[in-house]
């Protein structure tokens, strides 16, 4: 949803996917913006009244500046390869004189990045590191997912923490903004709070932590406002 949502911005925005195939992407960026269920997009089962819908949004779709790496096995050194020459070449115009520059990096995600150390805690550690300094260096926010340990599951409130990052402090250490998603309905079946979203902005260097709600469904991939759906 990010990704799309700046790219209609007209800046062009980048993923490094290091766990789901570039064709995984793309149907769910469709299942989203068509509202579409997943299922169907995937199996091209669609309702004949969304069928036009279907084939403009995928045309649309299509052309927005967004660029999907997903080869896969990568490291740091890789990655600011591939951002800076992205960046780069997103800064050239065309011939209506027109550019999309670089808005948003994302990468998907932390643990799946490639490193030559024994020490995990500390190749971790190095790759927040580099990856901050990459932000710095283009100006652009970069988006790093984390995986989250396993205590989560074994306690009574599952909704996750900054102490569950899994593998260094220093994620928590170098990021500017650290989000949680939390779905009750999830993990309570008799939850009265379906179809919602919690985001918890636990660390916000340049503000206070604030947590929210948002409508998600699950079905086509998407989260909007509450507002929206009440």
Same mark, same amino acid.
């Given at each position: 949803?990010?990704?799309?949502?700046?790219?209609?911005?007209?800046?062009?925005?980048?993923?490094?996917?290091?766990?789901?195939?570039?064709?995984?992407?793309?149907?769910?960026?469709?299942?989203?913006?068509?509202?579409?269920?997943?299922?169907?997009?995937?199996?091209?089962?669609?309702?004949?009244?969304? $069928?036009?819908?279907?084939?403009?949004?995928?045309?649309?779709?299509?052309?927005?500046? !967004?660029?999907?790496?997903?080869?896969?096995? !990568?490291?740091?050194?890789?990655?600011?390869?591939?951002?800076?020459?992205? *960046?780069?070449?997103?800064?050239? *115009?065309?011939?209506?004189?027109?550019?999309?520059?670089?808005?948003?990096?994302?990468?998907?995600?932390?643990?799946?990045?490639?490193?030559?150390?024994?020490?995990?805690?500390?190749?971790?550690? *190095?790759?927040?590191?580099?990856?901050?300094?990459?932000?710095?260096?283009?100006?652009?926010?970069?988006?790093?997912?984390?995986?989250?340990?396993?205590?989560?599951?074994?306690?009574?409130?599952?909704?996750?923490?900054?102490?569950?990052?899994?593998?260094?402090?220093?994620?928590?250490?170098?990021?500017?903004?650290?989000?949680?998603?939390?779905?009750?309905?999830?993990?309570?079946?008799?939850?009265?709070?379906?179809?919602? #979203?919690?985001?918890?902005? #636990?660390?916000?260097?340049?503000?206070?932590?604030?947590?929210?709600?948002?409508? $998600?469904?699950?079905?086509?991939? *998407? $989260?909007?406002?509450?507002?929206?759906?009440?």
């Amino acid at each position: 949803n990010l990704l799309v949502n700046v790219a209609k911005q007209d800046r062009t925005v980048g993923l490094i996917s290091l766990e789901m195939p570039n064709k995984q992407i793309s149907q769910r960026i469709i299942s989203s913006e068509t509202a579409i269920s997943l299922s169907g997009v995937k199996s091209r089962i669609i309702p004949s009244e969304k $069928f036009d819908n279907y084939l403009n949004t995928s045309e649309n779709i299509s052309k927005l500046p !967004i660029f999907i790496d997903d080869k896969g096995s !990568i490291n740091t050194a890789q990655i600011k390869a591939k951002a800076r020459k992205l *960046k780069s070449t997103s800064m050239r *115009k065309n011939i209506d004189g027109h550019s999309q520059p670089l808005g948003l990096l994302v990468i998907d995600y932390l643990q799946l990045i490639d490193f030559d150390s024994d020490n995990e805690v500390q190749a971790l550690a *190095k790759i927040t590191r580099d990856l901050k300094k990459l932000a710095l260096e283009l100006n652009i926010p970069i988006i790093l997912l984390s995986q989250l340990s396993r205590d989560v599951e074994k306690r009574a409130n599952k909704r996750p923490q900054l102490s569950d990052l899994r593998g260094s402090g220093a994620i928590e250490q170098d990021c500017d903004i650290c989000m949680f998603l939390y779905r009750d309905e999830y993990y309570n079946k008799e939850s009265t709070k379906t179809r919602i #979203a919690e985001i918890d902005i #636990a660390k916000y260097r340049n503000g206070q932590p604030v947590s929210f709600e948002v409508y $998600f469904d699950a079905s086509i991939s *998407k $989260f909007s406002s509450l507002e929206k759906h009440q």
